[in-house]
């Protein structure tokens, strides 16, 4: 019997594959390079992948080669796969198992697009009936996978290595293999090496030196061999729902395998740090946007009622004016309330590519109607149709009610263009301390707390 590797059809598609990724692979590799050159800063996993596009990110034919071996070499039955992109890999672990007689292959791959390029690849090697492809976050269509997975292959974004192995652990078979692609220089997967390096990960583990790295983990617990073996489709075994599986011992364990403050951080050198607290509060907003934070102008903006009951909600910042911090929202809503009944107030930033939060306090002011008015003005129809209608955080009663005042309102702003919501308020908060907080990796945190004292900033840092 000859392998289906060997297959002119096989060999035709990973011919083609192969070739493309060998043109286009190290030109996005290059295009991530030239980016973080220029920053100075590594970049964000998520924007890394952003710039790689379209381009493959394939392994190589000798690592290809290995999956094979060890998957036909294992008799698996069930594979796992987390990050197909264009399915080079996943046709040389179909290839295996369709040696082995049959098996299946779960493979999932956020982008819609090379999910489609790997449908028709898997098509033209005629290995599609055994893979079920998931489109979407890992975290997401990995959810549900049955019991008993015999190899779990790491393809995708680094900083979700842990994270995914920590969500189908549970699922893998006593002997399980679990094969991840390091990629690159990356401290995302430096930390999964320690991960599953870790005594009580129970695996052995080594780094193969194929591509940049093969780390092949091997399971030696025996705790799960009493199940069942299974060769069943996915959706025979599949488990219901997550939440009816997840005991407290569960969560505790996908919270510890979260990483906090991964990969580089900035320094922080508090003896350059400028005498007016906003002039760093800018610099830090830039930093953030320009490594691709995710919404960098959301804050938690912190009230209290009467009683001092503290309320938190996160809003947009709207705006920095003579070292004030501006948001929007409505007078009568529960934070309008609480302001027009006491102004003290706390604003937070937290962005977690780069380590940093920013913490604020101080007193809200209105800006006046004039100001909330231009601001009001200044936002997409929708936002000023929501906004007119008005009754933030009043209890709804009934949904279509709410319906019934968007359709009103949206009509309304559409008739005026220059219609303002009653309550609508530019806020803005004056500092009286601002504390820069950043994170380092080995937890030697770096605090600069600003205080206003007599109309002057003072520095003072703080222990972490
Ligand atoms: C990212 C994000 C941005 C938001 N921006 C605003 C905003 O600018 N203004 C606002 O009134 N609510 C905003 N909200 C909704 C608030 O968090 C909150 O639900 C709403 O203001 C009611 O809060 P309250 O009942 O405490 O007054 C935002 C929510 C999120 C998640």
Same mark, same amino acid.
């Given at each position: 019997?000859?392998?289906?590797?060997?297959?002119?059809?096989?060999?035709?598609?990973?011919?083609?594959?192969?070739?493309?990724?060998?043109?286009?692979?190290?030109?996005?590799?290059?295009?991530?390079?030239?980016?973080?050159?220029?920053?100075?800063?590594?970049?964000? +996993?998520?924007?890394?992948?952003?710039?790689?596009?379209?381009?493959?990110?394939?392994?190589?034919?000798?690592?290809?080669?290995?999956?094979?071996?060890?998957?036909?070499?294992?008799?698996?039955?069930?594979?796992?796969?987390?990050?197909?992109?264009?399915?080079?890999?996943?046709?040389?672990?179909?290839?295996?198992?369709?040696?082995?007689?049959?098996?299946?292959?779960?493979?999932?791959?956020?982008?819609?697009?090379?999910?489609?390029? !790997?449908?028709?690849?898997?098509?033209?090697?005629?290995?599609?009936?055994?893979?079920?492809?998931?489109?979407?976050?890992?975290?997401?269509?990995?959810?549900?996978? +049955?019991?008993?997975?015999?190899?779990?292959?790491?393809?995708?974004?680094?900083?979700?290595?842990?994270?995914?192995?920590?969500?189908?652990?549970?699922?893998?078979?006593?002997?399980?293999?679990?094969?991840?692609?390091?990629?690159?220089?990356?401290?995302?997967?430096?930390?999964?090496?320690?991960?599953?390096?870790?005594?009580?990960?129970?695996?052995?583990?080594?780094?193969?030196?194929?591509?940049?790295?093969?780390?092949?983990?091997?399971?030696?617990?025996?705790?799960?061999?009493?199940?069942?073996?299974?060769?069943?489709?996915?959706?025979?075994?599949?488990?219901?729902?997550?939440?009816?599986?997840?005991?407290?011992?569960?969560?505790?364990?996908?919270?510890?395998?979260?990483?906090?403050?991964?990969?580089?951080?900035?320094?922080?050198?508090?003896?350059?740090?400028?005498?007016?607290?906003?002039?760093?509060?800018?610099?830090?907003?830039?930093?953030?946007?320009?490594?691709?934070?995710?919404?960098?102008?959301?804050?938690?903006?912190?009230?209290?009622?009467?009683?001092?009951?503290?309320?938190?909600?996160?809003?947009?910042?709207?705006?920095?004016?003579?070292?004030?911090?501006?948001?929007?929202?409505?007078?009568?809503?529960?934070?309008?309330?609480?302001?027009?009944?006491? +102004?003290?107030?706390?604003?937070?930033?937290?962005?977690?590519?780069?380590?940093?939060?920013?913490?604020?306090?101080?007193?809200?002011?209105?800006?006046?109607?004039?100001?909330?008015?231009?601001?009001?003005?200044?936002?997409?129809?929708?936002?000023?149709?929501?906004?007119?209608?008005?009754?933030?955080?009043?209890?709804?009663?009934?949904?279509?009610?709410?319906?019934?005042?968007? !359709?009103?309102?949206?009509?309304?702003?559409?008739?005026?263009?220059?219609?303002?919501?009653?309550?609508?308020?530019?806020?803005?908060?004056?500092?009286?301390?601002?504390?820069?907080?950043? !994170?380092?990796?080995?937890?030697?945190?770096?605090?600069?707390?600003?205080?206003?004292?007599?109309?002057?900033?003072?520095?003072?840092?703080?222990?972490?």
């Amino acid at each position: 019997m000859t392998s289906a590797l060997a297959s002119p059809r096989v060999r035709a598609v990973l011919q083609r594959l192969h070739d493309k990724a060998d043109r286009e692979d190290r030109a996005a590799k290059e295009r991530v390079r030239a980016q973080e050159r220029e920053l100075g800063v590594r970049l964000a +996993p998520a924007q890394r992948y952003e710039l790689y596009g379209d381009a493959p990110l394939a392994i190589s034919r000798e690592v290809g080669a290995l999956y094979h071996l060890l998957i036909t070499g294992q008799r698996a039955r069930s594979v796992v796969e987390f990050g197909m992109s264009h399915g080079i890999s996943t046709i040389y672990l179909a290839a295996a198992l369709a040696d082995l007689g049959g098996g299946w292959i779960i493979t999932t791959e956020i982008l819609p697009g090379k999910a489609d390029a !790997a449908r028709q690849n898997l098509m033209e090697a005629g290995l599609s009936d055994l893979v079920e492809i998931r489109v979407g976050d890992a975290l997401q269509t990995l959810k549900s996978v +049955p019991d008993e997975i015999d190899v779990l292959v790491l393809d995708g974004r680094n900083d979700q290595y842990v994270p995914v192995f920590g969500l189908v652990q549970p699922r893998l078979s006593a002997s399980a293999v679990v094969l991840a692609d390091l990629g690159r220089d990356d401290p995302d997967l430096q930390y999964y090496q320690e991960y599953v390096r870790d005594p009580a990960s129970g695996l052995v583990s080594i780094e193969l030196p194929l591509d940049a790295g093969i780390e092949v983990s091997v399971r030696i617990a025996a705790d799960t061999g009493a199940r069942q073996r299974t060769a069943d489709p996915p959706t025979a075994s599949m488990q219901s729902g997550r939440a009816a599986a997840a005991g407290p011992d569960d969560v505790r364990d996908r919270l510890r395998a979260l990483r906090v403050f991964a990969g580089e951080m900035p320094s922080f050198e508090t003896d350059r740090a400028p005498a007016h607290p906003a002039e760093l509060f800018l610099e830090w907003l830039l930093a953030a946007i320009d490594v691709g934070v995710r919404e960098p102008h959301a804050m938690t903006l912190s009230t209290v009622d009467q009683a001092g009951r503290p309320t938190s909600r996160v809003l947009i910042l709207k705006g920095l004016l003579d070292g004030q911090w501006q948001f929007a929202s409505s007078a009568t809503s529960r934070k309008g309330r609480e302001l027009a009944a006491n +102004p003290w107030a706390a604003i937070n930033f937290y962005w977690s590519e780069l380590g940093r939060q920013v913490r604020i306090r101080g007193r809200v002011t209105d800006a006046g109607p004039a100001a909330s008015a231009r601001d009001f003005l200044a936002r997409p129809v929708g936002s000023r149709a929501e906004a007119l209608a008005g009754r933030q955080s009043d209890v709804l009663t009934h949904p279509q009610d709410l319906d019934d005042a968007l !359709a009103e309102a949206r009509s309304r702003v559409e008739a005026d263009r220059k219609l303002v919501a009653e309550h609508w308020t530019l806020y803005h908060l004056i500092p009286d301390e601002i504390e820069f907080w950043q !994170a380092d990796p080995e937890r030697r945190h770096t605090r600069l707390r600003y205080v206003l004292q007599d109309s002057r900033w003072t520095q003072q840092a703080l222990w972490p």
